[in-house]
Structure formats: C-alpha cells, structure tokens
C-alpha cells in the first residue's frame, strides 16, 4: 500500500513522465521571443550563451538532484531547505518558490494572450485578455482537478508537442542553412563586455528554469529517490541541445535579429514561407499552453505541502475524496496566476521569476554539504567533485545576482519580510 499512495496521494508518475513534466515545466514561451534579446547583446556569439547557462544550471541541478535523492515526499525545494537548514530557511525557500510558479506562469499567459491576439484581434483588448485567462487557467485547474493522471497526460500531450515543432524548426533551418547559400547571415562577433555575458545569462535564468518545480509531484512519482535525479539531468541536457541549436539558426538565417519580436516566426519565414511562419506562431501559443499546464499539475503541491506541515492554513491541505487531488490548493492556485497575469505583464512577471529563483538556487548548494554531514545513508545519487559542484552553483548565482536591480531586490525583500511574519506565526 505504501508504494502507491502517500499522504493521501497516489503514485502514477514513472520516470519519463517525469522527464517529460520537467521538458514541458522548462520549455515555455520564452524560446519564441528569447533568440532575439540575445542576438541584440551577443549578435553571433549568442549560441554560446546558452551552452554557458546551460552548464551553469546544470551545476545547480547536480545539487538539487543529489538533494531531491533523499526524499519521497511532496513538497520540492521547500522540504528539502525544511529539512536541511531549518524552519525559517525552509518557510523563505517557500515563499520564493510560490512566487516563482506564480509568476513564471503568469509572463507565460501573458504572452500567450498576445499571440492569441494575432490570430483573434477581437480578444486583444483588455476584457478580451481578461477572459482568455479566465478561460484558460480555469479549464487546466480543473483538468488537474480531476486527477493527477489526467493532468500528467495533458502534460505529456503538449511536451511531445511543443518539442517536436522546436526540432522540426531546428532541422529545417540548419537543412536550408546547409543546401540555400543565400538566406545564410555571416555570425558576426561584436565587441562585448562581462556584462553582456552576465546579462544573457540572466535572460536564461528565466529560460531555463522551471525544473524545480517538478519536484513538487514527489509524493505522486512511483519512485522518486531512483527515478528524479536522472529525470532532472535528462531533462536539463536535452534543453541545452535544443536552446543552442534554436538559437544558432535563428541567427544564422535571420538578418537583424535583434530587432525581431517573433525570432522563430520570422526565421521560419525566410526558410520556409508564410505557412512556416504561421506554423510557429502557432507552436508558441501551444508552447505556452503546455507549460502553463505542467504547471498547474506541479505547482499547487507547495501550498499543499505547507499547508500539511501547519504552515500555511489546513484547508490547502485538504485532499478530494474522490479524485485524490488537492483541489483547494489547485484552485487557489490558479486564481493567483490568473490575478498576477491580469494586473502585470510579461516583463513584470518574468523579473519576479528570475529574482528569485538565483536565491532558492544558491539555498540548495548550500543544503548538499549540509545533509552530506549526516551520513544517514539516504541519498540515492552523490555527486562527483562535490565541493566543486556547490562552489561553482553558489558562484553562478551570486555572479548573476549582482546584475540585477534595485526593483528586483525590493522584491525580494518583501517576500521575505512575509515569510518571516509566517514563521512568527507559525512558532506561536
């Protein structure tokens, strides 16, 4: 009985599933519009970039992946702080990723209302927006309402989806870069500064995030000591491959791609006409419709795990009797995306993403060494070099930290101003 349900909720997600959660939790919007903001810092040096946000993340994913090894319980990066640092971190850590899933998603609906737009002008007003977000979150709240295996097959649908328009825009257009001299761009290397480099970096912070909130679905995964590590690696790497090689045709078949607000659409264009274009329109509108539904299938589980260490009110804990979901914290969830994407924009909600993902980051290099000293034999995946993995982690964030604003830490601040009222709380 044990090994199919916990805490009340059952355990259907194997290993690809998992991988694929992640894949779709990783992949937004963000890959249609972010090729262009990296052409305008970097020009021909940009695919680069991504192959150096990549390895970056990848060794905060070490971390997290020899971290998330020790657990089987739902709850993600906030019960691994819990358990590692204390109550306080723990309840911060909390708070930085409710903000982060509720805002990352948020950027995402954004965009995907203005895309929408082009196909419909009529909903590109404000009640317009207001109701395809309404429409949206709330039909994807209750598909996960009604159980976890509905939402991890809609999850599925769309990564399969989504990742396979990103392949078939990469081998087209390294295919026409190959066989039509003529739409090829010289990649030009500009002159640039640590600062350019930092800054794209930062922009993929955003990009490539999103990972960690598929360690929320702990207590639904079969068996997640063995199978989230390899999840989490397999995931990050094909990533990589796929923002690299992305990023590569774009400025390699796109003449002045800075200045572009739809880099794959308009590439596409070039190689494959207006159907090509069209075609990648619409692949970002169901880029962002898959992730925002593996999103609303993993992000709930922070309030429900808070909620069910007395941390945030009981009724967020509570689990349907029928469906075994934690519909209370599914449904307040997605009122607050609908809300944030209602009175901010993408610009607004991709910044309180970035912000503060960097510190939850450097929480969990920081948690490695710490349970390390346990020896208590429960980790099922050790990293090599350990203490190279954890300083280089710490080093990545505090490196992109310093780049970012005064707005951005005010956030920050205030965020953890109200996770430090909930602990007050909370000990009384």
């Known amino acids: 009985m044990a090994a199919q349900i916990s805490q009340g909720l059952i355990r259907t997600i194997g290993r690809w599933s998992l991988t694929a959660l992640m894949l779709n939790s990783i992949i937004g919007v963000s890959i249609f519009r972010l090729p262009a903001d990296l052409a305008g810092k970097l020009g021909g040096l940009s695919p680069w970039s991504c192959v150096g946000a990549g390895a970056g993340i990848l060794t905060i994913a070490g971390c997290i992946a020899e971290v998330s090894s020790r657990y089987g319980e739902t709850g993600g990066l906030y019960l691994y702080a819990r358990d ?145 590590p390899v999840a989490l690696l397999l995931a990050l790497a094909a990533v990589c491959v796929v923002y690299t090689a992305v990023q590569f045709v774009v400025v390699a078949t796109l003449p002045n791609a800075a200045h572009s607000t739809g880099p794959l659409a308009d590439a596409s264009q070039r190689f494959l006409g207006g159907v090509g274009g069209a075609a990648m329109t619409l692949a970002a509108l169901i880029s962002a419709f898959g992730y925002l539904s593996a999103n609303l299938l993993h992000s709930p589980r922070i309030a429900f795990a808070l909620a069910e260490h007395g941390e945030f009110p009981s009724p967020l804990a509570a689990i349907h009797a029928k469906y075994r979901t934690p519909y209370v914290s599914i449904f307040v969830y997605a009122a607050l995306v609908i809300a944030f994407a209602g009175l901010g924009n993408f610009k607004w909600n991709a910044v309180l993403s970035a912000v503060s993902r960097l510190a939850v980051y450097g929480a969990m290099a920081v948690a490695v060494p710490v349970l390390r000293k346990r020896n208590d034999g429960r980790a099922t995946f050790l990293l090599p070099m350990v203490w190279f993995f954890v300083g280089a982690a710490l080093l990545y964030c505090a490196v992109l930290l310093t780049q970012m604003g005064r707005s951005e830490f005010v956030v920050i601040g205030i965020t953890c101003a109200i996770a430090a009222l909930n602990w007050l709380v909370v000990r009384r």
């Open 84 to 228: 590692a640092l204390g109550q306080f971190p723990g309840i911060v850590v909390a708070w930085l990723m409710w903000l982060t899933r509720i805002a990352a998603p948020a950027a995402a609906a954004n965009l995907f209302c203005n895309y929408l737009a082009r196909f419909v002008p009529g909903l590109g007003t404000r009640a317009g927006e207001v109701f395809v977000l309404v429409l949206l979150i709330g039909s994807l709240a209750l598909f996960n309402f009604f159980g976890v295996k509905t939402g991890e097959h809609v999850s599925n649908f769309f990564t399969v989806v989504k990742v396979g328009f990103l392949l078939f825009f990469v081998v087209a257009g390294v295919l026409a870069w190959l066989g039509r001299p003529e739409i090829r761009v010289p990649l030009v290397a500009p002159v640039v500064t640590f600062g350019d480099w930092f800054s794209a970096m930062l922009l993929l912070v955003y990009a490539y995030g999103g990972f960690e909130g598929a360690l929320f679905v702990g207590g639904e995964t079969k068996n997640p000591q063995r199978d989230t």
